[in-house]
Nanobody
Framework: VQLQASGGGLVESGGSLRLSCAASGFTLDRYAIAWFRQAPGKEREGVSC????????????YYADFVKGRFAISRDNAKNTVYLQMNNLGSEDTAVYYC????????????????????WGQGTQVTVSS
């Protein structure tokens, strides 16, 4: 099980980035995928989660309150990839962003708790200049 996050970079305040989380070794659409971030000196926090689109999971999506209306999570099953589209970025969004899964179809909870996810990608740096 491997996840690889990419797409980070330096962007001006108000700009946009799209992060990608590519999976190898498993079919990503069968499982919930979450995005977390960790800013310098702060604890890792949950950003968003998308459940499997299979059956009863229905692709349910959760967002942290601080990104609602600005970020959008989505899947491209043909590419075995989950995306995080980030718009209207501010300096407070500067962080290393990680994708994670616990190899189950549902997002563990809407609270997006780090300890509930056991498989992590390596992270991608997002820096927003003001």
């Amino acid at each position: 099980v491997q996840l690889q996050a990419s797409g980070g970079g330096l962007v001006e305040s108000g700009g946009s980035l799209r992060l990608s989380c590519a999976a190898s070794g498993f079919t990503l659409d069968r499982y919930a995928i979450a995005w977390f971030r960790q800013a310098p000196g702060k604890e890792r926090e949950g950003v968003s989660c998308i459940a499997s689109s299979d059956g009863r999971y229905g692709g349910t999506i959760y967002y942290a309150d601080f990104v609602k209306g600005r970020f959008a999570i989505s899947r491209d099953n043909a590419k075995n990839t989950v995306y995080l589209q980030m718009n209207n970025l501010g300096s407070e969004d500067t962080a290393v962003y990680y994708c994670a899964t616990d190899m189950i179809g549902a997002c563990r909870s809407s609270d997006l708790i780090e300890d509930e996810y056991n498989y992590w990608g390596q992270g991608t740096q997002v820096t927003v200049s003001s």
